[in-house]
Nanobody, 115 residues
């Protein structure tokens, strides 16, 4: 059973930073690409950042230069370092992977950027 568990969300002031973590189980983690998505109230879920099994990264334009995705295969974890946070970054952030064409999602972690 594949499980993804996010943590690290919270309330932060504009300009602040947060680091999200996603711990995976039930898969050979090192073989799979991992992604972070987010969903704001009333909006569709959108891709934020992705990292391949080989460590290549890709970012949505709206987070380039501010967010960094990374992975630790030994810990079966993927991370999202978020800097220079803006109120429009407020959303539930989800970890995602796909195995045998089946998508897997974590439960999400809330990030709120507000003064």
């Amino acid at each position: 059973q594949v499980q993804l568990v996010e943590s690290g969300g919270g309330l932060v002031q504009p300009g602040g930073s947060l680091r999200l973590s996603c711990a995976a189980s039930g898969i050979t983690f090192s073989l799979y690409a991992m992604e972070w998505y987010r969903q704001a109230p009333g909006k569709q879920r959108e891709l934020v950042a992705a990292i391949t099994s080989g460590g290549h990264t890709n970012y949505a334009d709206f987070v380039k230069g501010r967010f960094t995705i990374s992975r630790d295969n030994a810990k079966k974890s993927v991370y999202l370092e978020m800097n220079s946070l803006k109120p429009e970054d407020t959303a539930v952030y989800y970890c995602h992977t796909q195995r045998l064409k089946i998508p897997y999602w974590g439960q999400g972690t809330q990030v709120t950027v507000s003064s």
